[in-house]
């Protein structure tokens, strides 16, 4: 029986011997192979993600250069009545070229929604009108569109305007105050009839839910108008004492910026203070403790000392 046992552990011993002698002819023979596999796979993934990302960005780019190209040929349309379909506008506008799309905004919502999905989720009683964004294919046709600026449409004057806005005349705009929430564009044009022609009317309103704020700007064609349209200032409209004075938004603009400039250099300075108070306060409350601890000390041994002596001069 030892003699079998012997044999047998014997062969065991060789077949582990042969097994791993073939999984090092193997990994000699296939190593590299496999090495350099996973190699290729990790490159082919980092080379997927590197076109991944440049992909990413070329379409970032493109759709910013898109965006420029589009905003230059849209044209704003103000002031139009909320029965008003896109079929029905495309049909004034198609005279100065071809349209891409016709989109409203500017809804009056309902209180409790954040978005208009329906008809029935605006507001008609707070505001009639909506704004609309035209696209045309060139800009050319966008620049020709402008001329149906102050012109009658639908029973009120619609303003027309570039997507971008950057044609701001100050010298020919006034600025209004001191009026209802509830006055509407036409009723101001009435106002300023006898003082000019007049380009556009601008009521400054909420967000979401398109109340007025009580103050707006009036656009004319001549400088004239303005002086004409200031002598009118403290005249009641609407029940009010409306207030006119000539439009310095950017003068506004910079000396709102100047100010808050100065209220941070203050904080900043008072910041300090309190910081340099609090240091000291701090300093000396330490500087208190070490010397009542170090007086104390001092007066206790000293005590001590003298008890001491006079002990033994008694003895």
């Known amino acids: 029986m030892d003699k079998l046992r012997s044999a047998f552990n014997k062969k065991s011993t060789k077949t582990e011997k042969r097994k791993t002698d073939y999984l090092s002819l193997n990994k000699q023979i296939f190593g590299n192979k496999d090495q350099e596999k996973e190699q290729e796979d990790n490159s082919k993934k980092g080379s997927k993600k590197k076109q991944n990302k440049t992909k990413k960005k070329k379409r970032n780019n493109k759709n910013a250069v898109s965006n420029k190209d589009r905003e230059v040929r849209t044209v704003f349309v103000g002031n139009v009545p909320i ?74 004057h619609i303003r027309v305007d570039n997507a971008t806005r950057n044609n701001k005349d100050e010298k020919f705009t006034i ?57 009118l200032n403290g005249e009641f409209f609407q029940g009010r004492k409306i207030r006119i004075t000539k439009s310095n938004h950017q003068k506004s603009q910079q000396a709102i910026n100047k100010k808050k400039k100065k209220r941070e250099r203050q904080n900043e300075r008072n910041k300090l203070k309190k910081e340099r108070k609090y240091l000291d306060k701090r300093n000396e409350k330490r500087n208190k403790r070490k010397r009542s601890f170090n007086g104390s000390k001092k007066s206790s041994n000293n005590s001590f000392k003298k008890k001491r002596t006079n002990k033994k001069k008694n003895k």
């Open 175 to 231: 600025f209004i105050g001191n009026i209802p929430f509830d006055t509407k564009e036409e009723s101001v044009r009435l106002f300023f009839k006898e003082c000019g022609k007049i380009e556009y009317v601008r009521l400054i309103r909420e967000k979401f839910s398109r109340k007025g704020k009580g103050i707006g700007y009036v656009k004319f064609k001549k400088k004239k108008s303005v002086r004409f349209a200031t002598g």
């Open 83 to 156: 029965e008003v379909k896109p079929a029905q506008l495309r049909q004034h506008f198609t005279q100065f070229g071809e349209i891409e799309s016709i989109r409203f905004r500017s809804f009056a919502q309902k209180e409790g929604k954040k978005k208009v999905r329906n008809q029935k989720d605006i507001n008609k009683e707070v505001l009639d009108i909506q704004n609309a964004y035209i696209v045309f294919k060139t800009q050319e046709q966008a620049r020709r569109a402008l001329e149906m600026n102050s012109k009658k449409l639908f029973g009120k």
